[in-house]
Protein backbone atom coordinates (compact mmCIF):
# COMPACT_ATOMS: atom_id res chain seq x y z
CA UNK A 1 0.00 0.00 0.00
CA UNK A 2 1.25 3.28 -0.89
CA UNK A 3 -0.05 6.53 0.91
CA UNK A 4 0.99 9.99 0.02
CA UNK A 5 0.39 12.83 2.29
CA UNK A 6 -0.08 15.98 0.64
CA UNK A 7 0.69 19.56 1.60
CA UNK A 8 3.80 22.29 1.80
CA UNK A 9 4.46 21.26 5.22
CA UNK A 10 2.52 23.35 7.26
CA UNK A 11 0.58 22.13 10.82
CA UNK A 12 -1.90 20.60 9.33
CA UNK A 13 0.19 18.58 7.04
CA UNK A 14 2.44 17.02 9.77
CA UNK A 15 -0.80 16.37 11.79
CA UNK A 16 -2.03 14.16 8.64
CA UNK A 17 0.97 12.42 8.42
CA UNK A 18 0.85 11.70 11.94
CA UNK A 19 -2.77 10.36 11.90
CA UNK A 20 -1.93 8.16 9.11
CA UNK A 21 1.12 6.66 10.35
CA UNK A 22 -0.82 6.01 14.32
CA UNK A 23 -3.38 4.38 12.64
CA UNK A 24 -0.85 2.07 10.45
CA UNK A 25 0.74 1.76 13.73
CA UNK A 26 -2.64 0.41 15.15
CA UNK A 27 -3.48 -1.58 12.79
CA UNK A 28 -0.50 -3.28 11.46
CA UNK A 29 -1.17 -2.84 8.34
CA UNK A 30 2.53 -2.06 6.34
CA UNK A 31 2.29 0.86 4.05
CA UNK A 32 5.10 3.17 2.40
CA UNK A 33 4.50 6.87 3.56
CA UNK A 34 4.96 9.57 1.42
CA UNK A 35 5.05 13.71 2.25
CA UNK A 36 4.38 15.00 -1.28
CA UNK A 37 5.02 19.11 -1.49
CA UNK A 38 5.24 19.62 -5.04
CA UNK A 39 2.65 21.53 -6.34
CA UNK A 40 3.11 19.89 -9.95
CA UNK A 41 2.60 16.50 -8.35
CA UNK A 42 -0.30 18.25 -6.53
CA UNK A 43 -2.07 19.70 -8.99
CA UNK A 44 -1.45 16.06 -11.09
CA UNK A 45 -3.96 14.65 -8.76
CA UNK A 46 -6.91 17.69 -8.61
CA UNK A 47 -6.48 18.02 -5.25
CA UNK A 48 -8.10 21.60 -4.48
CA UNK A 49 -7.10 21.98 -0.84
CA UNK A 50 -4.26 20.56 1.23
CA UNK A 51 -3.70 18.97 3.50
CA UNK A 52 -4.91 15.87 1.60
CA UNK A 53 -4.39 12.30 1.81
CA UNK A 54 -3.94 9.74 -1.27
CA UNK A 55 -4.17 6.03 -0.83
CA UNK A 56 -3.08 3.69 -3.79
CA UNK A 57 -3.52 6.64 -5.91
CA UNK A 58 -7.57 7.57 -4.80
CA UNK A 59 -7.69 10.96 -3.65
CA UNK A 60 -9.70 10.09 -0.12
CA UNK A 61 -9.49 13.47 1.94
CA UNK A 62 -8.91 17.15 0.51
CA UNK A 63 -8.39 20.30 2.72
CA UNK A 64 -8.69 18.56 6.12
CA UNK A 65 -7.23 16.19 8.92
CA UNK A 66 -8.54 12.99 8.72
CA UNK A 67 -9.71 11.41 11.81
CA UNK A 68 -7.68 8.59 12.59
CA UNK A 69 -11.06 6.81 12.35
CA UNK A 70 -10.87 7.76 8.80
CA UNK A 71 -7.61 6.42 8.23
CA UNK A 72 -8.17 3.18 9.63
CA UNK A 73 -11.39 2.83 7.28
CA UNK A 74 -9.21 3.38 4.22
CA UNK A 75 -6.61 0.97 4.86
CA UNK A 76 -8.93 -2.00 6.11
CA UNK A 77 -10.95 -2.36 2.77
CA UNK B 1 5.88 27.05 -0.73
CA UNK B 2 4.52 26.98 2.68
CA UNK B 3 4.21 30.70 3.16
CA UNK B 4 1.35 29.97 0.83
CA UNK B 5 -0.01 27.36 2.60
CA UNK B 6 -1.28 28.20 6.23
CA UNK B 7 -4.53 30.68 5.30
CA UNK B 8 -7.04 32.02 7.67
CA UNK B 9 -9.76 32.35 4.85
CA UNK B 10 -12.17 29.43 4.41
CA UNK B 11 -11.58 27.36 1.86
CA UNK B 12 -14.26 28.26 -0.97
CA UNK B 13 -14.59 26.94 -4.48
CA UNK B 14 -15.68 28.54 -7.40
CA UNK B 15 -16.96 26.71 -10.33
CA UNK B 16 -17.90 28.25 -13.51
CA UNK B 17 -19.55 26.72 -16.88
CA UNK B 18 -17.11 28.51 -18.97
CA UNK B 19 -19.64 27.81 -21.62
CA UNK B 20 -19.38 28.62 -25.59
CA UNK B 21 -21.93 31.51 -25.32
CA UNK B 22 -21.35 35.18 -23.96
CA UNK B 23 -22.82 34.20 -20.40
CA UNK B 24 -20.85 31.11 -20.12
CA UNK B 25 -17.53 33.23 -20.64
CA UNK B 26 -19.03 36.20 -18.28
CA UNK B 27 -19.22 33.40 -15.65
CA UNK B 28 -15.83 32.05 -16.33
CA UNK B 29 -14.47 35.90 -15.90
CA UNK B 30 -16.03 36.42 -12.96
CA UNK B 31 -15.01 33.20 -11.72
CA UNK B 32 -11.23 34.33 -12.46
CA UNK B 33 -12.10 38.13 -11.24
CA UNK B 34 -13.29 36.60 -8.15
CA UNK B 35 -10.04 34.45 -7.43
CA UNK B 36 -7.81 37.11 -8.19
CA UNK B 37 -9.77 39.16 -5.57
CA UNK B 38 -9.78 36.60 -3.02
CA UNK B 39 -13.06 35.73 -2.91
CA UNK B 40 -12.29 31.80 -3.34
CA UNK B 41 -10.46 29.94 -5.84
CA UNK B 42 -11.62 28.52 -9.65
CA UNK B 43 -11.31 25.01 -9.49
CA UNK B 44 -11.49 23.03 -12.63
CA UNK B 45 -15.66 21.76 -13.41
CA UNK B 46 -13.99 20.18 -16.16
CA UNK B 47 -12.14 17.32 -13.97
CA UNK B 48 -15.14 17.11 -11.88
CA UNK B 49 -17.57 16.58 -14.81
CA UNK B 50 -14.40 14.19 -16.40
CA UNK B 51 -15.17 12.27 -13.09
CA UNK B 52 -11.46 12.14 -12.00
CA UNK B 53 -11.37 10.91 -8.83
CA UNK B 54 -9.07 13.48 -7.15
CA UNK B 55 -11.35 16.58 -8.25
CA UNK B 56 -14.86 14.83 -7.48
CA UNK B 57 -13.63 14.08 -4.06
CA UNK B 58 -11.99 17.58 -3.73
CA UNK B 59 -15.66 19.27 -4.78
CA UNK B 60 -16.96 16.41 -2.12
CA UNK B 61 -14.56 17.96 0.81
CA UNK B 62 -14.97 21.21 0.26
CA UNK B 63 -16.32 23.63 3.51
CA UNK B 64 -17.99 26.12 0.74
CA UNK B 65 -18.83 26.25 -2.91
CA UNK B 66 -20.14 28.74 -5.15
CA UNK B 67 -21.42 27.78 -8.64
CA UNK B 68 -21.48 30.11 -11.88
CA UNK B 69 -24.09 28.76 -14.61
CA UNK B 70 -24.54 31.10 -17.84
CA UNK B 71 -28.38 30.05 -18.57
CA UNK B 72 -30.94 27.51 -17.11
CA UNK B 73 -29.44 24.78 -19.07
CA UNK B 74 -27.50 24.41 -16.17
CA UNK B 75 -24.48 22.32 -17.36
CA UNK B 76 -21.85 22.94 -13.84
CA UNK B 77 -25.06 22.31 -11.89
CA UNK B 78 -25.89 18.95 -13.69
CA UNK B 79 -22.36 18.34 -13.24
CA UNK B 80 -22.24 18.10 -9.49
CA UNK B 81 -25.76 16.39 -9.32
CA UNK B 82 -24.43 13.58 -11.18
CA UNK B 83 -21.97 13.28 -8.70
CA UNK B 84 -24.54 13.57 -6.08
CA UNK B 85 -22.71 17.17 -4.75
CA UNK B 86 -24.61 19.79 -3.53
CA UNK B 87 -23.62 23.46 -5.18
CA UNK B 88 -23.90 25.16 -2.08
CA UNK B 89 -24.44 29.36 -3.68
CA UNK B 90 -25.55 28.92 -7.38
CA UNK B 91 -25.82 31.90 -9.95
CA UNK B 92 -27.13 31.89 -12.86
CA UNK B 93 -26.46 34.64 -15.37
CA UNK B 94 -29.39 34.93 -17.35
CA UNK B 95 -31.76 34.74 -13.92
CA UNK B 96 -29.66 38.19 -13.53
CA UNK B 97 -30.99 39.50 -16.54
CA UNK B 98 -28.38 38.75 -18.57
CA UNK B 99 -29.38 38.18 -21.98
CA UNK B 100 -28.16 35.27 -24.01
CA UNK B 101 -27.29 36.33 -27.43
CA UNK B 102 -25.81 34.74 -30.50
CA UNK B 103 -22.45 36.60 -30.81
CA UNK B 104 -19.72 34.42 -32.15
CA UNK B 105 -17.31 37.04 -31.01
CA UNK B 106 -18.16 36.00 -27.70
CA UNK B 107 -18.05 39.63 -25.85
CA UNK B 108 -18.21 39.45 -22.43
CA UNK B 109 -19.63 42.75 -20.86
CA UNK B 110 -17.99 43.79 -17.46
CA UNK B 111 -21.11 44.85 -15.98
CA UNK B 112 -22.60 41.55 -16.41
CA UNK B 113 -19.24 40.12 -15.30
CA UNK B 114 -20.05 42.61 -12.49
CA UNK B 115 -23.44 41.70 -11.63
CA UNK B 116 -22.33 37.88 -11.12
CA UNK B 117 -19.59 38.74 -9.07
CA UNK B 118 -22.37 40.58 -6.73
CA UNK B 119 -24.42 37.90 -6.64
CA UNK B 120 -21.77 35.60 -5.95
CA UNK B 121 -20.63 37.01 -3.13
CA UNK B 122 -24.67 38.20 -1.65
CA UNK B 123 -24.43 36.63 1.25
CA UNK B 124 -21.26 34.98 1.24
CA UNK B 125 -19.70 36.84 3.25
CA UNK B 126 -16.32 39.29 3.31
CA UNK B 127 -13.71 38.13 0.90
CA UNK B 128 -10.28 37.56 3.09
CA UNK B 129 -7.34 38.76 1.55
CA UNK B 130 -5.66 35.93 2.36
CA UNK B 131 -7.41 33.44 0.77
CA UNK B 132 -6.03 35.25 -3.21
CA UNK B 133 -2.50 34.57 -1.38
CA UNK B 134 -3.54 30.95 -1.19
CA UNK B 135 -4.82 30.67 -4.45
CA UNK B 136 -2.58 28.41 -5.56
CA UNK B 137 -1.79 26.40 -3.02
CA UNK B 138 -4.44 26.59 -0.17
CA UNK B 139 -4.49 24.54 2.63
CA UNK B 140 -6.50 23.77 5.26
CA UNK B 141 -4.79 25.64 8.06
CA UNK B 142 -6.23 28.02 10.32
CA UNK B 143 -3.12 29.96 10.00
CA UNK B 144 -1.41 28.55 13.03
CA UNK B 145 1.72 27.94 11.29
Known amino acids: MEIKVLGPGCQKCHETEKVVREALADSGVAANVMKVSDFQEIAMLGVFATPAVVIDG ?15 AWISK | MSKSCCSSSKQRMILACSGGSNVGQATNQAAVELTREGFGKMYCLVGIGAGLQGFVQSARDVEEMV ?11 AILDREGISPGRYVVATALGIEKVKDPQLIVREEDVQRIKDAAREGAGAASPDSARAATASCGCSGKA
Open chain 1, 58 to 72: QVKVSGKVPTKKDVL
Open chain 2, 67 to 77: VLDGCPVGCAK
